[in-house]
Nanobody, 124 residues
Framework: QVQVVESGGGLVQAGDSLRLSCTASGSGSEIGAMGWYRQAPGKEREFVAAVSWGGHQIVSERTLQDRFTIDRDYGAHLITLQMNSLRPDDSAVYYC?????????????????WGRGTQVTVSS
């Protein structure tokens, strides 16, 4: 079993930056690739970025990759999401996900463990 905990959300103004963190704990053999998703009210969950177990393979949502950066040290159970130039439409609950396989993927059904999310609100 793996526990996933996100942190770092909050209320910021448009143009500000924010860094989210996600820590996975528990059965280390179950912790492979990790990723970020977000869900705004009334919208479907959206892929943001994911990183492989070793940190060398990164997959990012094309429309966000210029402002959002995912990072992970080799084999670490901690990932971060640096978000710059935030906009009101970035407001959402941001979720961290973990899968056993080391390869980063975009499909949320391939992630086994999820955190409860951290709220990010960007005011105009």
């Amino acid at each position: 079993q793996v526990q996933v905990v996100e942190s770092g959300g909050g209320l910021v103004q448009a143009g500000d930056s924010l860094r989210l963190s996600c820590t996975a704990s528990g059965s280390g053999s179950e912790i492979g690739a990790m990723g970020w998703y977000r869900q705004a009210p009334g919208k479907e969950r959206e892929f943001v970025a994911a990183v492989s177990w070793g940190g060398h393979q990164i997959v990012s949502e094309r429309t966000l990759q210029d402002r959002f950066t995912i990072d992970r040290d080799y084999g670490a159970h901690l990932i971060t999401l640096q978000m710059n130039s935030l906009r009101p439409d970035d407001s959402a609950v941001y979720y961290c996900a973990v899968r056993k396989d080391e390869m980063a993927v975009t499909n949320p059904t391939l992630y086994t463990y999820w955190g409860r999310g951290t709220q990010v609100t960007v005011s105009s």
